[in-house]
C-alpha cells in the first residue's frame, strides 16, 4: 500500500464538477494498493497516518499529529502510484490491484482512519476526479508498508 500524504490547508475533490470530498485543515491522501496489499497493510497505514507528528505545534516544530492539530482527512484512490516507467513512454499499471481487491481495501482503510478518531472526506473510486488542495509548508510524503 503507497500513500501520498500532504498537509494541506483546505482541498477538495469534484467529480462531474460536483464537489463529492471536501476538508479544511488536514491531511490529502492518494491512495494506492498493490496485488499484495492486505488488511494488515491497511491496518498499518491507518495507524500510521493516524500517529504522524507532521503539523507545527506553538513553536512551529511539527510535532502534532492530525488529531491533535483538529485536523480531517481528505482520501483519494489513485492506482496510478503503482505505475511503472521504467521502459518505454506509456506507465504500465500491472503492479495496481484489480478494482475489486483495491476497492475493498480502500473502504476499509477509511473506516480504520475514522476508527481512529478521524474526520474522512473521499472521492468517488475509479471515477475521474479533479483534486484541488493548498500544500501547506509545502510538506508532501510519501509512505509504503513494503518498507515498515
Known amino acids: 500500500m503507497r500513500v501520498v500524504v500532504q498537509r494541506s490547508k483546505n482541498a477538495a475533490v469534484r467529480v462531474d464538477g460536483q464537489v463529492v470530498g471536501e476538508i479544511d485543515k488536514g491531511m490529502v491522501l492518494l491512495v494506492g494498493i498493490t496485488h499484495d496489499d492486505n488488511e494488515a497493510d491497511v491496518e498499518w497505514m491507518a495507524a500510521k497516518l493516524a ?5 507545527d505545534d506553538a513553536e512551529g516544530r511539527m510535532n502534532l499529529s492530525i488529531a491533535e ?3 480531517e482527512v481528505l482520501s483519494i484512490s489513485q492506482f496510478t502510484l503503482y505505475a511503472d ?4 513512454r506509456r506507465p504500465n499499471y500491472m503492479a495496481a490491484a484489480r478494482p475489486e481487491q483495491a476497492e475493498r481495501l480502500y473502504a476499509g482503510f477509511n473506516e480504520r482512519l475514522q476508527g481512529h478518531g478521524l474526520t474522512v472526506a473521499t472521492g468517488v473510486f475509479g471515477a475521474m476526479m479533479d483534486v484541488n ?5 509545502p510538506v508532501t510524503l510519501i509512505l509504503d508498508s513494503q518498507d515498515r
Open 51 to 55: 500517529g504522524l507528528r507532521f503539523f
Open 69 to 71: 492539530a483538529e485536523g
Open 85 to 88: 516507467c521504467r521502459k518505454g
Open 133 to 137: 488542495l493548498v500544500n501547506w509548508g
